[in-house]
């Protein structure tokens, strides 16, 4: 199959996919007596709120629902068949991941993603595929939510986290369709991908042009509008040439892809780091052994994927410029004029793929607790630091195992601890466990554990009165089955 094309949906897959979800049904009935719920929403308090509702917000309320959590709220701020990367912002045309990826079945085997694919596309188109399609990844997830009944509040953003001090819930203040609110919830986990920690990177030379005259590669881009206009990207990763190839694919003009580093990185790091010791276990490095680990990634960086290359120089109008950082960048009233080392280019509108920063502060929902929140560079060793460089590793929030906050003051952890970042600000302290396909199946179970055991502290009181104040009576009948004849020479009675 070309690495590139969508396969074709097979005749009788809407049939294919009702017997999945009847498979579905079976296996979570199967699956139904392995945890009861023990954990409700209490007094108006939910035990989580999920923040998100991705891959990584999705097979986490799966994986709670099926440890016995019951109350578990997912909001996600897009509307429904629109939230999250794949369906706005990816402009590939298939994911990275090998499409033989460990996923979070909970069980619940007919929920993987190779069930649905085979199931709406084929056998045959499995067996050729190397890569998930983009829009066929987005379509499974939509799957995933509406067979496992997931409910999901969409159109609805976080706008503070406050409270949870000594011991008490967060207070979550949310816009919704009908209006602001507020919920409180013991743990809020913000699974909210890549933008989660921070936001969109965008040098001042660029943000400094007219609003119209450029964008970052996560924005919404009208890229019809854009036909027949001259473009320039400056970035080198594969977000640059997918944006590239979607404006000239629209019928832009021309498209210069400008990347700093003199050549194309040869290695991807992230292919070494897909295996289950690596993926399941770096959380067990030292503090220094992860900062060094994080500090050579950072460095050698990794290449474009192959088919983003490919799909971009096959298209005329297209143009790569290596070691052509932008020194200067401005509006001459007609046109955006970039200085290069190569001399001047003029451009009608200009793209910054330029990915994101690590900044808690940066987050409006977390502008109450961000300051308290403890940062690497609280933690790691000055002259580690001063050794190494790479400054923007140092913004990183510092977590405990299961994706927590941790704080600047240590009588913070306990309230900080109950707020996850299972988003890219879990990098530096858990590796690819949050919102990548690769790590997602590792990250769920290790955050749901982690919930888990704290919800069980948590009520640990409780749990042991209920324990002790149990007097059900078993119903055990002392003697012989009504009707049923006692054989000779077995008595009964004292």
């Known amino acids: 199959m070309n690495a590139t094309a969508d396969p074709p949906r097979l005749p009788g897959a809407d049939a294919r996919l009702r017997e999945l979800q009847a498979d579905v049904d079976r296996q979570l009935r199967q699956d139904a007596g392995v945890s009861r719920p023990w954990v409700h929403t209490t007094d108006g308090v939910h035990p989580v709120l999920v923040v998100g509702a991705g891959q990584a917000g999705l097979t986490l309320a799966q994986g709670l629902r099926r440890s016995g959590v019951d109350g578990v709220l997912v909001v996600d701020a897009g509307a429904a068949g629109a939230t999250g990367s794949w369906s706005t912002y990816a402009r590939m045309r298939t994911l990275r991941t090998p499409k033989d990826l460990r996923w979070p079945c909970w069980n619940v085997p007919a929920s993987h993603p190779r069930q649905w694919f085979e199931a709406v596309h084929g056998t045959s188109a499995w067996a050729e595929l190397e890569h998930f399609p983009t829009r066929a990844w987005f379509a499974f997830l939509e799957f995933y939510r509406t067979a496992l009944r997931l409910d999901v509040a969409f159109s609805t953003s976080v706008q503070r986290v406050s409270g949870g001090h000594d011991g008490e819930p967060f207070q979550v203040a949310l816009q919704t369709p009908r209006g602001a609110e507020t919920v409180r919830a013991r743990h809020v986990v913000l699974a909210t991908g890549l933008e989660g920690s921070g936001g969109r990177r965008v040098p001042d030379v660029v943000r400094a042009l007219p609003a119209n005259r450029w964008a970052h590669s996560h924005d919404p881009i009208d890229f019809a509008a854009l036909a027949g206009a001259r473009i320039g990207v400056l970035g080198g990763g594969t977000g640059a040439f997918d944006n590239a190839a979607t404006a000239l694919e629209a019928g832009a003009r021309s498209v210069e892809v400008h990347m700093r580093r003199a050549e194309m ?31 050579h990634l950072s460095t050698v960086d990794q290449p474009a994927t192959q088919n983003a290359v490919w799909r971009a120089h096959a298209l005329p109008g297209f143009s790569f410029h290596r070691g052509s950082p932008w020194h200067e960048v401005g509006w001459d009233g007609t046109q955006v004029v970039v200085r290069t080392p190569a001399g001047r280019r003029s451009f009608d509108f200009v793209i910054a793929a330029t990915g994101v920063d690590v900044d808690l502060a940066a987050r409006p929902e977390l502008r109450e607790v961000a300051d308290a929140a403890a940062r690497w560079s609280d933690r790691i060793d000055p002259e580690l630091l001063a050794r190494t460089g790479p400054t923007s590793l140092q913004d990183y929030p510092y977590l405990t195992d299961s994706f927590g906050l941790t704080g600047r003051d240590r009588r913070d952890d306990e309230r900080l601890g109950r707020l996850h970042v299972f988003n890219h600000g879990a990098r530096m302290s858990l590796g690819v466990l949050s919102h990548q396909v690769s790590g997602l199946s590792g990250g769920v179970e290790r955050l749901t554990a982690g919930i888990g055991r704290a919800l069980f502290a948590h009520r640990s009181a409780e749990l042991l009165a209920d324990f002790l104040a149990y007097d059900t009576p078993a119903g055990v009948l002392v003697g012989p089955r009504p009707g049923q004849r006692t054989p000779v020479g077995v008595l009964s009675g004292g």
Not at 265 to 275: C, G, I, K, N
Not at 276 to 293: C, I, M, N, P, R
Request: no cysteine.
């Open 265 to 295: 990185p040869t290695v991807s790091p992230y292919r070494w780091m897909e295996f289950a010791g690596l993926v399941e276990h770096y959380a067990s490095f030292t503090d220094e052994q992860k900062w060094l680990f994080n500090a």
